[in-house]
């Protein structure tokens, strides 16, 4: 069920509103820390990046510049921001924590009461704006070496 209350295919807008009216909602319904959290990463993304497209897909928030950038889950017991090309960008400030051995994207996960590095996450998604438009495919990260 999407925020409506309707079933539609995943990457469709559910009918009640535009896909930021959507997230708007969604981060209002939240009610808690997690709102919070993902209603500021929200405006770290947009300060990023004002050209960024917010789109509601697979019932979650997505933004995109030239393609899906990263998506905003919540869970109970974190905030996942998951970017699509992640394995591909250079994290000097090691924001990403979660899905690591993924061979495409990597994950920041946000726990209650973290603490957002606001230059370093904006710094993330302009490298990730700037992949996708550069039109490179992700690359696949390097398989682990086993120690013989």
Request: with cysteine; glycine share 10%.
């Amino acid at each position: 069920m999407y925020p409506s209350g309707t079933m539609k295919r995943p990457g469709s807008v559910p009918e009640g509103g535009s896909a930021s009216t959507l997230i708007t909602n969604h981060i209002a319904a939240l009610g808690d820390w997690r709102g919070e959290t993902l209603g500021r990463i929200r405006a770290l993304i947009k300060a990023a990046d004002p050209g960024v497209v917010e789109e509601w897909k697979w019932g979650i928030p997505v933004w995109s510049h030239d393609g899906i950038v990263c998506t905003g889950e919540t869970y109970k017991k974190a905030v996942k921001l998951t970017f699509a090309k992640g394995a591909a960008l250079d994290d000097p400030s090691r924001l990403f924590n979660s899905s690591l051995e993924g061979a495409v994207r990597r994950a920041i996960d946000i726990p209650e009461g973290a603490r957002i590095d606001a230059r370093a996450l904006k710094a993330l998604f302009r490298a990730a704006v700037a992949l996708n438009v550069s039109g490179k495919k992700a690359k696949a990260a390097a398989p682990k070496r086993r120690s013989r």
